[in-house]
């Protein structure tokens, strides 16, 4: 079962540690901060940082929390917990579990993930923890590098961020910024921009989002290396035109 415990912002780590030094391991199977990876555009360079998802707040996961509690109370000055009228902790949903299982992974940080546009603001490609909860975004702000999304925590309906990569970012060397989280990371951020080849097959149904053609529908006829050749009905003809892939998308 996962539950959450409260701290001042700021000692969600520490509290970590104090549980990892005083806890004996068969009370719980991990404890952990989640974090979430975001864009921050400075001077027209894109940096990447890593910052707390929920401030003042650590998950724990345990199937004896009545244990983990009387644990906790036997250390000093132990920080304030996260607690329904009985002292327990307060567990997550399984909705609510779940989710952060498929966000967050073993590294137990929310990445980025990747959002192509036709260049007007219409979403055509997501690739990433955003992929499968794209009915919960709330808006995007693609300046900023970031969605918003709805999600459910400890039974309410609460609305956090999360961080988004665009392609004009994954042209680009990405520097690290600031790093909340407790983790060694390479000089620079390997952005990973999703393969588009494999994306259309021929006899897809697509329509065209940006350029000289834009808004018209067709069918592929050919799948290059970087673009798509379409056949569309014109002037009462079957009429073929060359496209970059990133302008189409499937119907």
């Given at each position: 079962?996962?539950?959450?415990?409260?701290?001042?912002?700021?000692?969600?780590?520490?509290?970590v540690?104090?549980?990892?030094?005083?806890?004996?391991?068969?009370c719980?199977?991990?404890?952990?901060?989640?974090?979430?990876?975001?864009?921050?555009?400075?001077?027209?360079?894109s940096?990447?940082?890593?910052?707390?998802?929920?401030?003042?707040?650590?998950?724990?996961?345990?199937?004896?929390?009545?244990?983990?509690f009387?644990?906790?109370?036997?250390?000093?000055?132990?920080?304030?917990?996260?607690?329904?009228?009985?002292?327990?902790?307060?567990?997550?949903?399984e909705?609510e579990?779940?989710?952060?299982?498929?966000?967050l992974?073993?590294?137990?940080?929310?990445?980025?993930?990747?959002?192509?546009?036709?260049?007007?603001?219409?979403?055509?490609?997501?690739?990433?923890?955003?992929?499968?909860?794209?009915?919960?975004?709330?808006?995007?702000?693609?300046?900023?590098?970031?969605?918003?999304?709805?999600?459910?925590?400890?039974?309410?309906?609460k609305?956090?961020?999360?961080?988004?990569?665009?392609?004009?970012?994954?042209?680009?060397?990405?520097?690290?910024?600031?790093?909340e989280?407790?983790?060694?990371?390479?000089?620079t951020?390997?952005?990973i921009?999703?393969?588009t080849g494999?994306?259309?097959?021929?006899?897809?149904?697509?329509?065209?989002?940006?350029?000289t053609?834009?808004h018209?529908?067709?069918?592929?006829?050919?799948?290059?290396k970087n673009t798509?050749?379409i056949?569309?009905?014109?002037?009462?003809?079957?009429?073929?035109?060359?496209v970059?892939?990133?302008?189409?998308?499937?119907?």
């Amino acid at each position: 079962m996962w539950y959450v415990l409260q701290t001042m912002t700021g000692d969600e780590e520490e509290l970590v540690h104090m549980i990892h030094r005083l806890l004996p391991g068969r009370c719980y199977t991990d404890c952990f901060v989640p974090y979430y990876e975001r864009i921050w555009r400075k001077q027209q360079k894109s940096y990447v940082h890593v910052e707390r998802l929920f401030p003042g707040y650590v998950f724990i996961l345990t199937d004896t929390p009545d244990d983990v509690f009387m644990e906790l109370k036997r250390v000093p000055a132990m920080s304030k917990l996260l607690a329904d009228g009985n002292f327990h902790f307060l567990s997550l949903e399984e909705e609510e579990a779940e989710f952060f299982r498929r966000m967050l992974g073993e590294t137990h940080i929310v990445r980025l993930s990747y959002v192509e546009t036709n260049g007007k603001g219409k979403v055509f490609r997501v690739s990433g923890p955003l992929e499968d909860y794209l009915t919960q975004v709330v808006r995007y702000q693609f300046k900023k590098r970031y969605v918003i999304i709805r999600l459910k925590l400890l039974g309410e309906e609460k609305t956090t961020a999360l961080g988004i990569i665009l392609n004009e970012d994954v042209r680009q060397e990405i520097e690290y910024g600031k790093i909340e989280a407790p983790i060694t990371l390479p000089p620079t951020y390997q952005a990973i921009k999703p393969e588009t080849g494999e994306a259309f097959a021929v006899g897809d149904q697509v329509t065209v989002l940006s350029g000289t053609f834009e808004h018209m529908s067709g069918i592929i006829w050919k799948v290059k290396k970087n673009t798509v050749e379409i056949g569309v009905r014109l002037f009462g003809q079957d009429m073929s035109m060359e496209v970059p892939m990133e302008s189409v998308c499937k119907c």
